[in-house]
């Protein structure tokens, strides 16, 4: 029996008006109620890190982040129409301020972990510490395990310990140099570059690894994450059928969409899919463009990535940011699926 899911890729439209109202906003920390005031009774949606969006009215809203990032602001009232971003940070514990050069904030202090029963303390300023917060800011999955020396990383983003060949496994290096101590025991400093990368042997490098997270931090303790994700043709010289194998793209290039679709599934499946037209739901209401709309047919339920490309040219028609794009079903109610945005080139996303 084949499942159907309705899909619609649509683009919010930007809230700039000739009128606009006026919004203020008071706070910018994680776990601490920020208010947002508007100067006269609105619609407001609030989008985190272009998450699900949350509705409220009036002219006061209330809001408690809980992780850090952008908090998206957009009022509706009548005609009239505005917007603002305000960014979300780690409230600092020192003389320094929190946000700064950086995506993300890395703070002071420890987190906790459960392995095998037992509670573990990591400290945030080590190699491992930025790695998962930097998994709890873009989330990917990570797994961490305990042996004699300390704590290792065994698996991330289903690539996994031994996957790529018995020796196969996760390593790090901070500012080119590979250390003698286990990730947990490193101690950062500010502006060091962390890379975590996928070795299949001791000739490894980060720049021919098929896998690595790239952590740079900055002197205000702030950091940028980026991925590069490149499965090997093959899966590598394993022993066994890998995550990776399953996870691989398909391209689906029967299907005649004027936006090109990538699906991704995690087991074999059989998937089809096939555009459709937008009548009978009211677009306007939710204030977008429908730039795309198709349905996937699946004769099982699977976890589904989809990835496409938008063009620049696309925003700029629009007079739109990548922020105001999202993959979205409807079900009676507009039901958000998370959205990453990656640049692709200078001319897609």
Known sequence: MMRVLPLFLILLLSLQGAHALTITVEGNYVGEKIVIRVDKPAFVILRMNNGTPIYANGTTVCFTPSIQGKLYIEAISGDERASKVVEIVEKPTGGSEAGGIGDY?????????????????????????????????????????????????????????????????????????????????????????????????????PETSPYRITLKTYGDWTFDVSMYWNPPSGGGGGTKATTTQKQSWEHLTQVNLTIPLKIKVNETASVKVESVKQ???????????????????????????????????????????????????????????????????????
């Open 105 to 205: 904030y890395l703070p002071e202090g420890t987190v906790t972990l459960t392995i095998n029963g037992e509670t573990v303390s990591v400290d945030y300023r080590t190699a491992l510490g930025i790695l998962i917060k930097a998994s709890k800011e873009r989330g990917f999955d990570l797994t961490i395990k305990k042996w004699d020396y300390g704590l290792f990383v065994d698996c991330i983003k289903g690539v996994c310990t031994g996957d790529l060949g018995k020796a196969s496994g996760w390593m790090y290096s901070i500012n080119g140099e590979i250390p003698g101590v286990s990730a947990d025991k490193y101690k950062l400093n500010a502006g060091d570059k962390v890379i975590w990368y996928f070795s299949r042997s001791m000739s490894e490098t």
């Open 279 to 349: 009548a009978g739901i009211k677009f306007f209401n939710l204030h977008a463009y429908v730039l795309e709309s198709f349905n996937i047919n699946v004769n099982k339920t699977v976890p589904i990535e989809i990835e496409f490309p938008l063009s620049k040219d696309t925003l700029v028609k629009y007079n739109a940011s990548p922020n105001d794009v999202f993959l979205a079903k409807f079900d009676k109610n507009w039901i958000f699926i998370p959205t990453i945005h990656r640049k692709r080139d200078p001319l897609h996303l």
